[in-house]
């Protein structure tokens, strides 16, 4: 692993994590084939205010090794993250899904980007289980730096620059460790939770890029499916990784959202 930017410790534990900043606390955790490294450009932003955890998440970085599924991972990220506002893209907000359901005395509130509750469609998530499987195979068989460049190549990511794409970061990743994460937490192994997400109570954000027309519209359903305690935002400018396309527009919509929760619980509850 790299050397760590100015200020940041790392951190043992059932997952692996790395923390800089004190007061009140937000973990991030990290989308498929990335790390907790990759919130380091919003992540930095909350540090002279908030202690700050970046989680490694199963079967990436430096807990490549741990093989769980969706709602295990949650017990494990909650075990790393306490009591805290969870911040989660893509993969590591439907970490999240199941953290808020089964730990809501631990979530103070929550931001999901670029997430889903799920695939309700039995056909279509069987078809997402073998498309997973085979990706997971590539990743064995070609292995890392071969699977980033197709995974990057995907529609999803076509607004996202070469710069922010963050092959160094991603490229520390193991065949294994991927693989063990598609299997057990691609879309296509979870079981979708929009039936139970009306039960989550903290103050939750969601957020998609505005290029991003299928996660905006989910966006929105995560939103108006939660509820009273949910709002929508949408990040300008931005595709699916919005937080690595435009990390300061991420930093505003989530501290805009911080604020106005703080000052005012019940600001919560209006969904754009």
Do not use: C
């Amino acid at each position: 692993m790299s050397t760590l930017p100015p200020g940041w410790v790392p951190h043992e534990g059932p997952l692996a994590s790395i923390r800089s900043g004190s007061g009140p606390r937000l973990v991030f955790v990290h989308g498929f084939t990335q790390t907790g490294r990759s919130w380091l450009p919003v992540a930095d932003a909350f540090t002279a205010d908030h202690e700050v955890v970046l989680v490694d998440a199963p079967g990436h970085g430096r807990s490549s090794h741990v093989r769980v599924d969706l709602r295990l991972g949650a017990d494990l990220i909650a075990n790393v993250g306490g009591p805290a506002t969870y911040i989660g893209y893509s993969m590591g907000g439907r970490f999240l899904l199941h953290l808020a359901l089964a730990y809501p005395h631990l979530v103070r509130s929550m931001a999901l980007l670029g997430a889903t509750a799920g695939i309700s469609n039995d056909d279509e998530r069987n078809d997402r289980r073998n498309t997973d499987e085979i990706l997971a195979t590539e990743i064995e068989e070609f292995g890392v730096d071969a699977f980033l460049e197709k995974w990057l190549a995907l529609p999803l990511f076509a607004t996202l620059p070469d710069y922010a794409r963050g092959l160094d970061d991603r490229a520390q990743n193991t065949a294994s460790g991927l693989a063990s994460s598609l299997r057990l937490a691609g879309t296509g192994a979870q079981l979708p939770l929009w039936d139970r997400i009306g039960h989550i109570t903290a103050p939750t954000l969601t957020m998609a890029g505005d290029l991003d027309l299928k996660f905006t519209a989910l966006a929105q359903q995560l939103a108006s499916t939660i509820g009273r305690n949910a709002v929508f935002r949408p990040v300008q400018a931005s595709g699916h990784a919005a937080h690595l396309e435009h990390p300061f527009a991420v930093v505003a919509v989530i501290r805009d959202w911080l604020t106005s929760i703080r000052q005012n619980p019940r600001a919560a509850s209006v969904v754009a």
